[in-house]
């Protein structure tokens, strides 16, 4: 037992671990292959430029204008986007395509190609518009389809019943088995429909509507009853989504889960300036409103999924599209990776503009004395068109793809910068920032992204040294400015 008693009484005492509940103020060891005075000499030799903001600019868009509309539709975006407060044009444009795809579905198809039968091409399209809340995004969504809306209201029968907004799967099913033509969903927000299709228990609900891009037959097998099938499933869809909601879809499609193609099918994706808002207090234009109007009753009653109309380019327009078909192949070809997965689908969305602007313009000519018999040869001025839009959405999409590599590390630059007025001594390494964090910074590699973006802005300088097992221990130095607002609020 003395023995025992002695033998502790030399032994070092253990000291009780201390946890931290992530607000304590954290103490750094000093490396121990940096000495006092070589730590001190270091930060006086420095050289610190002024603090950039954090954060990143977003890369610049086509600017949208009439060349990209027929006149019609162009005046009903223009005088509708500015009674919105001057929302963006952008979101009442694509609002109006893919209410005007959806329209004729199946029943019209475009052969691009002129000896080439067998690439056929529906009107349905997928529309995305991406903004934060103030930028008016429902109330263009539904300027745009407002034009259905008024051929709904007109219609005695169910005719235009094939808009789907928060319908489960299997009633979905059965709204496209009773619209041949195909159907349209619509969420002002698709966030949330996003994350159900990411479910493990929604693979066929997602497939559903993967194969309604793509308009092919579709059976739902069901178990109390009769199977159902679709011959020529159609589906097109339109909603919005705010800029942080759509980062899970841009992480997943880059790391290569979930990627089966459907982001590339929202073809008709734009994310455009904010901050052009203004008041504005004006009344609808009716005159615009009724020629659209009318444009959508005559292409409403066109087309049969049985028997489609197929309407190919007259002779001018195919020499122009192929001409346009071989550039833009070459300069996809020497593109990035990100900008090859959705430019290998503009082609076949040149042709569906084509075939929907080329019907407008018709809509546009037609007596009302007589029967509308849209001409089947679609000429150059709506294949100009079309192909002023490939420019417009490769830059939206060249937007959106920075805006998901960079916004990450912006976010943890900031929550790095809170931790740090937390930090004591100089200098200190990323254990001191991540351990005890809260969420979104609770990792090495999160804090890595933060403490990237901040020596980029000028906040941090860093330098190595060798750490346990001669492995490289990075060490960091705050901007001397950061130190003196940390003085400042510990007094």
Same mark, same amino acid.
């Given at each position: 037992?003395?023995?025992?008693?002695?033998?502790?009484?030399?032994?070092?005492?253990?000291?009780?671990?201390?946890?931290?509940? @992530?607000? +304590?103020?954290?103490? =750094?060891?000093?490396?121990? %292959?940096?000495?006092?005075?070589?730590?001190?000499?270091?930060q006086n030799e420095l050289?610190?430029?002024?603090?950039?903001?954090? @954060?990143? +600019?977003?890369?610049? =868009?086509?600017?949208?204008? %009439?060349?990209?509309?027929?006149?019609s539709l162009y005046n009903f975006a223009k005088s509708n986007a500015y009674r919105l407060d001057n929302a963006p044009i952008e979101y009442i444009a694509v609002a109006l395509i893919v209410s005007l795809s959806s329209l004729l579905g199946c029943g019209v198809r475009i052969k691009p190609k002129r000896n080439d039968t067998g690439w056929l091409e529906p009107s349905n399209t997928w529309g995305l518009v991406v903004g934060k809340p103030s930028m008016m995004k429902t109330p263009s969504l539904k300027a745009g389809m407002s034009p259905i809306k008024s051929l709904q209201n007109c219609a005695d029968d169910d005719l235009f019943s094939f808009i789907v907004n928060d319908a489960t799967?299997?009633?979905?099913?059965?709204?496209?088995?009773?619209?041949?033509?195909?159907?349209?969903m619509f969420r002002d927000e698709l966030s949330g429909w996003l994350n159900n299709l990411d479910k493990p228990d929604r693979v066929q609900e997602r497939a559903f509507y993967l194969e309604g891009f793509s308009v092919?037959?579709?059976?739902?097998?069901?178990?109390?009853?009769?199977?159902?099938?679709?011959?020529?499933?159609?589906?097109?869809?339109?909603?919005?989504?705010?800029?942080?909601k759509l980062l899970n879809m841009l992480r997943a499609r880059k790391n290569g889960t979930n990627d089966d193609g459907l982001f590339e099918r929202f073809q008709?994706?734009?994310?455009?300036?904010?901050?052009?808002?203004?008041?504005?207090?004006?009344?609808p234009d009716e005159k615009t409103e009724s020629a659209v109007n009318d444009i959508f009753s005559l292409l409403a009653n066109i087309g049969d999924p049985e028997e489609p109309l197929i309407l190919s380019f007259n002779e001018e327009a195919q020499l122009i599209w192929n001409k346009w078909a071989v550039e833009f192949k070459y300069q996809e070809k020497n593109s990035s990776a990100e900008d090859q997965t959705v430019m290998g689908k503009y082609?076949?969305?040149?042709?569906?503009?084509?075939?929907?602007?080329h019907l407008v313009n018709e809509a546009e000519l037609h007596d009302n004395a007589s029967v509308f018999a849209p001409s089947l040869k679609i000429t150059p001025n709506a294949l100009l068109t079309a192909i002023s839009w490939s420019k417009l959405l490769l830059s939206h999409n060249r937007r959106i793809q920075h805006f998901g590599n960079y916004y990450s590390h912006s976010d943890k630059a900031e929550l790095f910068l809170k931790r740090l007025a937390l930090v004591e001594n100089e200098p200190f390494t990323l254990r001191n920032i991540y351990r005890g964090a809260m969420n979104g910074l609770k990792t090495a590699a999160e804090a890595k992204k933060g403490a990237d973006e901040l020596i980029e802005k000028g906040y941090l300088r860093s330098f190595t040294t060798k750490g346990t097992n001669n492995k490289p221990l990075h060490w960091f130095y705050r901007h001397p400015d950061l130190l003196i607002k940390n003085k400042c609020k510990n007094k």
């Open positions: 037992m003395l023995v025992f008693k002695f033998l502790s009484f030399l032994l070092p005492k253990r000291r009780k671990k201390q946890v931290s509940n @992530g607000n +304590d103020n954290v103490k =750094v060891t000093k490396p121990s %292959s940096v000495k006092d005075t070589d730590k001190q000499l270091n050289k610190w430029t002024p603090l950039k903001p954090i @954060g990143f +600019d977003l890369l610049p =868009v086509e600017v949208f204008n %009439s060349s990209h509309l027929p006149a799967y299997e009633a979905a099913c059965i709204k496209a088995q009773e619209n041949p033509k195909g159907i349209l092919g037959s579709y059976e739902q097998i069901r178990i109390s009853r009769d199977s159902l099938k679709i011959k020529n499933l159609t589906v097109s869809v339109l909603g919005g989504i705010q800029p942080t008709l994706m734009v994310f455009p300036d904010s901050g052009t808002a203004i008041y504005t207090d004006v009344a082609p076949a969305l040149c042709g569906k503009l084509a075939l929907i602007f």
